[in-house]
């Protein structure tokens, strides 16, 4: 789709994706809902108010408020409407092509350039999940969270369900704020020690943010369940290794401390050509996780770089693609037992690892378990290279996807998911 608005071949953000996001600038401090298309941020309150979407059927106080919550839990046959208005508006040889691209003081109030713009957390966080369906990261993790475990054999229950913990939500942040090194507890000697995380990971995940919400009570329905998704984002899952090996029955301390998102949740429609099938389950499900839907996962490649002295490594070239269940599995497993969902709910993957140590999405396999320092090299000409086997202080860890659609002509991209690794406090 050819927009009157330039739009950089490389720019994640086309027409096709034009994902949500909370920013502010510095001579307009409030939080305020905008799209991204090109580089420029599209001002949703300022469109609002010049009734652009009056002929939408919807709450469009929610389009004016701080957060995308209210918006995101009108479904997304109220976000396909304005998804559609807003390609109309921004493309070439449309009825609505004038109304911005001819009016210049509608312009100068709502495109915002990128630059300009600061993001903020898109959603208040209610709940935080985190699961565990990737084969790869299972696979090679087996051995960590059960030392003296077959490393090629995941527990039987991988299997059957999506399982997952509880995550923190009031520790959920968006890209580009700092993580402090955790304090907490680990084994040394065979005895327990309060300490410093010395063996600090990334975990290279997927997200899905609600939509929709379901009551207390309810069982989601696994073929209704991709309705409550609202978008996609990019998520690294910060971990305290040694501490997570004296709680593996339950994660806890070493998962609480910080979990980093991308700016910008990328709508469920945008993903739509890039569906594939999930890993085959090879034995049967129970009814309510058999979903109709064949192409139930997203291909997305994920790309995790280190910078380290404002040098960049490059570290693992992940891929979704690699699920063992659905996000609509997930959200009918979850809701199983009657666990409401709220707008703004986030449920990630767990680590989306490859089969090849390119593609292990986290130190704890590129290590193998922090034994095996991994090397890396420097992106450019240098030839230079470091070795890690965890984080250090001053590591910025950055993840990037951008999947191009089949013509050649567009992209949909999340913008960056950035963390640097601060001292401990």
Known sequence: MASWLP???????????????????????????GVAVGDHVLDLKVLTREQVFKD???????????????????????????????????????????????????????????????????????DFTDFFVGLHHANNCAGFLKPGADI??????????????????????VSDTPIHRPKGQYREGGKPVSGTCRDLDFEVEF?????????????????????????????????????QKWEPSAPFTCKNFGTSISPWIVPFEALEPF??????????????????????????????????DHTRYAVAECNTKFMVFSFAQMIAHHTRGGCPLRPGDIMGTGTMSGPTKSEEGCFL?????????CEMSAEGSSGERIRRTYLEDGDIVEFAAQIRTKDGLENVGFGICRGEVLPAN
């Open 7 to 33: 739009i950089p071949i490389d720019s994640d953000f086309s027409l096709q994706n034009l994902p949500y996001g909370v920013f502010s600038t510095d001579a307009d401090p409030t939080r305020r809902i």
């Open 56 to 126: 939408i059927k919807f709450d469009d106080s929610t389009l004016q408020e701080k957060t995308l919550n209210a918006y995101a839990g009108l479904g997304q046959h109220v976000h396909s409407q304005i998804r559609k208005k807003l390609q109309e508006l921004l493309r070439d040889n449309t009825l609505l092509g004038h109304v911005l691209r001819d009016n210049h003081d509608l312009r100068q109030k709502c495109l915002v350039s990128m630059q300009s713009a600061i993001m903020h957390l898109p959603v208040t966080v209610g």
């Open 152 to 173: 090629t054999q995941v527990l039987p229950s991988f299997w059957d369900i999506p399982s997952g913990f509880h995550g923190r939500s009031s520790s959920v942040v």
């Open 207 to 243: 997200g899905v943010v609600i939509g929709q919400p379901s009551q207390m009570g309810e069982a989601v329905p696994v073929d209704q369940a991709e309705g409550h998704i609202f978008g996609f984002v990019l998520l690294n899952d910060w971990s305290a290794r040694d501490f």
């Open 275 to 308: 569906r594939v099938s999930p890993i085959k389950v090879d034995r049967p499900l129970p009814d309510y996780l058999m979903q109709k839907e064949t192409k139930s996962i997203f291909e997305v490649p994920i790309r995790a770089t280190l910078e380290v």
């Open 365 to 373: 396999e590129l290590s193998r378990y922090g034994e095996q320092p």
